[in-house]
């Protein structure tokens, strides 16, 4: 099995910055993928951030140049630096990895943070 745990999450005013964290553990042999997705009240589940085993990223135009996705690999570890924040940044934030275990890959979702973009 794999577990994720996030961390980082919280209220911030406009224009600033949160780093989000998500770790990984269990019985992983090599992460596939690791992304960190979205859902505001109201709203279906977004992409907001990813990046491959070979270093591409993807980010939608509405984060671009704002998000930044890292993984560290040794520490299992994925963060998302967030600059720039708006109040339409507000959501739980999730992350996501696709990984390889003993039982082949899997796909594991953290438990979300929540993140509050407001003065």
């Known amino acids: 099995q794999v577990q994720l745990v996030e961390s980082g999450g919280g209220l911030v005013q406009p224009g600033g910055s949160l780093r989000l964290s998500c770790a990984a553990s269990?019985?992983?042999?090599?992460?596939?993928?690791m992304a960190w997705y979205r859902q505001a009240p109201g709203k279906e589940r977004e992409l907001v951030a990813s990046?491959?085993?070979?270093?591409?990223?993807t980010y939608p135009d509405s984060v671009k140049g704002r998000f930044t996705i890292s993984p560290d690999n040794a520490k299992m570890t994925v963060y998302l630096q967030m600059n720039s924040l708006k109040p339409e940044d507000t959501a739980v934030y999730y992350c996501?990895?696709?990984?390889?275990?003993?039982?082949?890959?899997?796909?594991?979702w953290g438990q979300g943070t929540q993140v509050t973009v407001s003065s």
């Open positions: 996501k990895i696709r990984a390889l275990t003993a039982s082949g890959y899997v796909t594991a």
């Open positions: 269990g019985s992983i042999f090599s992460i596939a993928t």
């Open positions: 990046i491959t085993s070979g270093g591409i990223t």
